[in-house]
């Protein structure tokens, strides 16, 4: 009985202990879980690592050495991984496993991998089809384990069982690609160059890293078979490189000489026709066991001078991914031991224009600021015409103090592909800069000048030197207008460099922060000559990088008394004056932001000059009207390649109303006496003939009414007369206005420059370089040549108008000369834009007057250009309708604000958004006569936010009537 009672007691103990392992074992059995869903929670932020889950899906890839395969479903996939006891599966089986999830934060992202617990295979299917992308989009999170394909050029590769490692590249990039090749024979001849296709997952796991996965030998495709050599490539000179002239993604050979070798395997090649900056590949130091290669091979250190043979290949060719490389991804050999290449003296402004070519150059300059950051030191350095940034590499020594000023001597190669216009020059290390005068420690240690000795040019150009002055006034471009000893300037402060956080571990030595100055200060200021026309510092000015500090102030600043005609012809150039004169014209346009900026156009008798005023304020100008006599207040701006000599008005308070002005007064009091004789002779007539009626008043009843009724009407048409003329006087001062404007505008300038080039090969062509002179002739013979386009613009509206315009359409050919058109554009806005042209299939031979064609396409492309942004495409595309061609020329410009769409095609007119952009205003007037002669018509589409669309309609399948 005792017995039974224990082994009772025993089962049941035995039971209760069991029972929760059995239940937690039952609790712990998956359901079968979607992999999206699976990926789904893992995105939520659920913490779902040690999960257990059962997924079913098809498998992609296989990574023997890591125990590791992708399960893929539905669009997502999970890679798995399984026990060396466990059976591994193949590509294409429908498998179903059984495990737990492990999380891990691999590049930015949450990965899951399953531990597999059980691996059941249920049947075998096709694989999906991949997506196809470029490698831009692979390197997005949302690549990430995508079944995907693109297509690359092969530029070394590494076996070693079971991987074959590839490094290829594109147009748009390069990236790595591991393929599971389990057998060395598998592998592909001339793989080296090879176009392949690789079909895979770019993966990111804690174990695999990030990596273009390539599950075996059927996912890579061999489209075209490459060279049995790394150097085996089709040959490119330098300038086919730089300019992009070669096809990218390719492979390309080039020759040269070693100049130097920079950090991060980086180096500089020259030839005869230039330089270039390339990236390295890794050089193979010590091979592996059992690992295969076919890269360049152990490379014999290559030093400068050497003759050198590399091969890359040019990807990431957007604006945003431009880099300063001609070629990337580059193999190199020594083909010869030679002597370091000889650098080509150039100036800073040179240099700057260098578009597409880079040099082996060396430029010499006075530095005006310096930072460093590591190993690397910037320079600002300035010469006679022109300024950048130098980037010397490798720098070694310590910081340097003592270079405010210093003359320096640097070797390097240009940088015309980055995109900040300053940056100029890279210099490879220290050996290949040279401090030629000495500098100073402290900035205000230049030697003093007066004010007057700077205007004269009696200064060494872009020697820093240091005066003393008055401020008369600042805008925000960092300019400042000081009245000193006998003459004013205009000088620009230097920008400091970037405080950032990225640049707090550095160095940095400049001017500072500018200081707020004020209207009558004292300063002192140090700065360099300059005579830059173009480019990041301000043109005209007569200090440049300048630094300042502040030594005092005083009560006032009164203006300098002077005249329109004094101002005009040179007088009191960058000083404080007040003048009077004439109002004869005012305009008001939105500037950038909530600005507005504010044109008065004085009138000095035989001169005028503009006067104009940026600010929020646009009504301070409320109560000066156009023909006022006018005191105006302001600072004299000289004339530069950009802007014609006018006054900057600081604050609408400058600016005084006197009435009406005396020449208009008496010009008025003419018009209107006139029309007063005329009314009070009516009226006298009038009496004497009431007079006389009197006699006769029964008689002459009918006849006095007939008379009055004459009287009056004739009185009606006598005022009618009277403003008409007034409304066409009105039109001829708007019209006299706006051309005075175009003329000052667009003629004085181009005179400006050609006096100008003539003055200095008057004076000076015996001390000039050649180099010099050829510049002073092409600006000649391009303002010339500015002048010229717009006299025949002028003279074929003149035919027009006198109808000496004939049209003669005859059957051409449209594709060459609409080829020819935009060649000519692109020619005379110096490739400003790229002009994208399309020409419908039906379209070959049409009837038109190329002339009268010619003169519509150049206004209405060259309008398109001018009003666009630098490098944003212009697009024309041609089609049929009916008998009737129709042409559609778009831009991406500032748009046509509504109120201007009415008058556009009103002689001279300009639309009130244009601000300083140069132009006639008659281009959109030619286009329309030479369309009403061709029987054509022009609709316009615009929006004020930008974007405009001129669409010609010509009758372009119309066969002309023989003429009588």
Known sequence: MRGKVYLTCLAAGLMLAVSPRLLAQQAVVPSLITIPELLTNAETGADTAGQQVKIRGVVLGLSTLFNLFFVYESGSGVWVRYGREMAAPKQGEVVEVAGRTSNANAGGRRSITIIADEIKSEDVAALPEPRPVTIPELEEPSAFDLWARFDAVVMEWKYRTPNLMLKVVTRDGVADAVIAFHERGAIPEKLIGARVRLTGLMTITSVMGRTFFVPGPPQLQIIEPGTAGIFDAPAASVPDVMQRKVEPGKR???????????????????????????????????????TDYGDAGIWSEPVPGDEVEIVGSIYGLTLRERQPFGLQACAIRVVKKGTAPTPEPMSLEKLGKLRDEDRWVEVRGVVTAWMQQGGLLSLAVVDEFGY?????????????????????????????????????????????????????????????????????????????????????????????????????????????????????????????????????????????????TSGVLEPACDLSECHLRVTGRVVEVKPMLSTVKEVAEGAFTSDYVEVRGRLLGMQQVSAMGEDW??????????????????????????????????????????????????????????????????????????????????????????????????????????????????????????????????????????????????????????????????????????????????????????????????????????????????????????????????????????????????????????????????????????????????????????????????????????????????????????????????GTGLGLVIVKRCLEMHGGRVVLESRDEGGTIFRVFLPFFRVPEPEA
């Not at 720098?395 to 980055?418: N, Q």
């Not at 206004?859 to 024309?876: E, I």
């Open 252 to 290: 390309w050979r080039v020759t040269g000489v070693l100049a130097a070798i920079l950090q991060k395997r980086e180096a500089i090649i020259v030839s005869k026709e230039g330089a270039m900056q390339v990236s390295l590949l890794p050089s193979r130091e010590v091979g592996e066991s059992g």
């Open 597 to 918: 900026r504010t044109n008065l156009l004085l009138d000095g008798g035989r001169v005028s000059i503009y006067a104009n005023h940026v600010g929020r304020d646009r009504s301070g100008f409320a109560n000066v009207k156009v023909d006022d006599d006018v005191l105006v207040r302001g600072i004299v701006n000289g004339s530069s390649g950009r802007k014609s000599r006018h006054l900057r008005i600081l604050s609408p308070e400058e600016v005084h109303s006197l009435g009406l002005s005396p020449s208009v007064r008496r010009r008025q009091f003419w018009m209107w006496g006139g029309g007063g004789v005329v009314v009070l002779g009516i009226l006298l007539s009038w009496i004497a003939s009431l007079r006389r009626s009197s006699r006769l008043q029964s008689e002459s009843a009918q006849m006095l009414e007939q008379r009055v009724s004459e009287r009056t009407a004739e009185l009606r048409r006598t005022q009618a007369d009277l403003h008409k003329a007034l409304d066409q006087e009105r039109e001829l001062n708007e019209l006299k206005t706006r051309f005075v404007s175009m003329v000052s505008h667009e003629f004085r300038t181009p005179l400006g420059v050609i006096m100008s080039s003539v003055e200095l090969l008057k004076h000076y062509s015996d001390r000039l370089p050649e180099d010099e002179k050829k510049r002073q002739l092409e600006d000649i013979h391009a303002a010339t040549r500015h002048m010229g386009g717009m006299m025949e613009q002028v003279l074929v509206l003149g035919r027009a108008e006198a109808g000496k315009l004939t049209c003669k359409p005859q059957q051409m050919d449209l594709a060459p000369a609409l080829a020819k058109i935009v060649d000519d554009v692109q020619a005379l806005t110096g490739d400003k834009c790229p002009i994208h042209t399309t020409i419908a299939d039906d379209i070959v031979k049409v009837y038109a007057d190329e002339a009268l064609l010619r003169h519509i396409l150049n206004n209405l492309l060259s309008n398109a250009v001018k009003y666009s942004n630098d490098g944003v495409p212009v697009t024309m595309n041609v089609r049929r309708e009916g008998d009737e061609g129709v042409i559609e020329v778009m831009d991406q410009g500032i748009g046509i604000l509504e109120k201007d769409r009415l008058r556009l095609f009103e002689a001279f007119y300009r639309g009130s958004n244009v601000g300083e952009i140069p």
């Open 388 to 532: 950048g940034i130098v980037q010397v590499r490798q720098w070694s020594g310590g910081f340097p103090a003592d270079l405010h000023g210093a003359r320096v001597k640097m070797t390097g190669v240009s940088r015309s592909l980055l995109q900040r216009a300053q940056d100029l020059l890279l210099v490879p290390n220290k050996d290949f800069f040279q401090v030629i005068k000495p500098g100073r420690t402290e900035s205000f240690a230049a030697p003093a000048v007066i004010t007057t000795q700077i205007v004269e040019r009696s200064i060494p150009p872009a020697d820093r030197v240091r005066t003393r002055g008055v401020v008369l006034g600042n805008d925000d471009k960092g300019v400042l207008y000081l009245r000193g000893d006998g003459a004013a300037l205009k000088i620009q402060l230097q920008t400091p460099w970037s405080r950032s956080s990225s640049t707090r571990t550095g160095f940095q030595v400049d001017g500072g922060t500018p200081a707020a100055v004020g209207v009558g200060e004292e300063v002192e200021i140090v700065g360099s000559q300059v005579d830059v």
